[in-house]
């Protein structure tokens, strides 16, 4: 086991799929809802835009997400039989292409002939050979993608009502979103910090990187909106 | 050069980025669109909240897409640091695991010893070897995340305008969401194509899958906005 994988078995595939979920969750209703509230008169409008906007933006998360991780299995497995094609049609052009990934870190052509001649002996590793170290591919899992889809997109579903509580418990959307930013902003920071220790980021400059989005995008959507209002 | 740089390079970047923000921008936007459309009176909420959803999609996409790519050049810079000062401490451990990677691929143990001495002659070969082939990592470009979030951005905005057309140039949602359903289902299609094109998928394969999403995410905002609405 590497350094990589052991790093990322520290930190469980659902913990990780979920903050990313929530923190994402968070961006897109919040910035949406203080749009609208610059620009129209009732929170029952916002709850509805709201709404709307967590349900599209889970399914085009979720299973886009899942959509994309079959993509990956097919190309992979499209991959592999062409290596497993060429290895067999072209054996001395792939030999030589494994040569020139040793000859570029300096290894002796005595090396290189070694090597060629040692994978080679088994197409199965001579092809894994070449899937990792020419074409840089790792066989993905079509349960993981499945599973990461529906934690993904399912925690994108509860980081999206946060922002719109604040309009749940309010009569004006300039008080609801009063609400909803001090909410979203603790919970942007919050998810944001473990979110980047998930990932391997330092955690405080990373929360501190979701919080950013999270306002700009809001502020913009805030002042777009109202600026629209105003002009028509 | 090895086959996947080959292909990267057969697609231009530019043209890759722009077709993935314009099909991912047409998706949410349209959903929205398409759920305020069962639940509001007037085509200017809709306009609203859309150019809303545009502006907070775009800045999240664009700007949360540029902050991860600065994270992973920090990741890369300290995983390098890291393996120097390793190859520096523990460089018996360090080259066990170069042994460990080879005869995880069947080479006898004379290759694996020949491999990591001649290896490690020179440092920056050796650590160059360890970040791509233990750790599976490559130097990011700070140039190329820049460059690629001001075009998904861009195109994201360009395909969140399509749905809105519709509602433009006609008087009530039903009507908008009729016509915004035409354009928007087609540029999908198109978008789909390039898209997968772009990025080495089989590309009528790829459009429907593409189509899918944005159709189901727009189907499912649309019934829950309604539903809601009714029970209100």
């Known amino acids: 086991m590497n350094k990589h994988q052991e790093q990322h078995l520290r930190n469980s595939d659902f913990i990780t799929d979920t903050v990313i979920g929530l923190s994402d969750g968070l961006t897109v209703p919040f910035a949406l809802a203080a749009g609208l509230?610059?620009?129209?008169?009732?929170?029952?409008?916002?709850?509805?835009a709201g709404i709307a906007e967590i349900v599209a933006g889970s399914i085009a998360m979720g299973l886009g997400g899942y959509l994309a991780g079959k993509t990956e299995i097919e190309h992979y497995d499209s991959e592999l039989k062409r290596e497993y094609d060429e290895v067999e049609a072209v054996p001395e052009k792939e030999k030589e292409e494994i040569r020139e990934i040793f000859a570029g870190y300096g290894l002796s052509v005595d090396s290189q002939k070694q090597i060629v001649e040692e994978l080679a002996k088994d197409k199965d590793q001579w092809v894994d050979f070449m899937m990792k170290f020419e074409l840089g591919l790792e066989r993905?899992?079509?349960?993981?993608?499945?599973?990461?889809?529906?934690?993904?997109?399912?925690?994108?579903?509860?980081?999206?009502?946060?922002?719109?509580?604040?309009?749940?418990?309010?009569?004006?959307?300039m008080q609801g979103l009063m609400v909803s930013s001090v909410l979203t902003i603790i919970c942007l920071f919050v998810f944001g910090y473990f979110k980047s220790r998930a990932t391997g980021q330092p955690p405080i400059q990373g929360a501190f990187k979701v919080l950013i989005v999270g306002v700009i995008a809001a502020a913009a959507a805030f002042l777009v909106a109202r600026f629209l209002n105003s002009a028509v």
């Not at 509230?37 to 509805?48: E, P, Q, R």
């Not at 529906?150 to 946060?162: D, P």
């Open 37 to 48: 509230s610059g620009a129209v008169a009732s929170n029952g409008i916002i709850l509805t």
């Open 140 to 173: 993905p899992s079509l349960n993981r993608a499945r599973n990461s889809a529906l934690t993904i997109g399912g925690a994108y579903v509860v980081g999206g009502f946060v922002p719109l509580l604040g309009y749940f418990f309010t009569d004006l959307p």
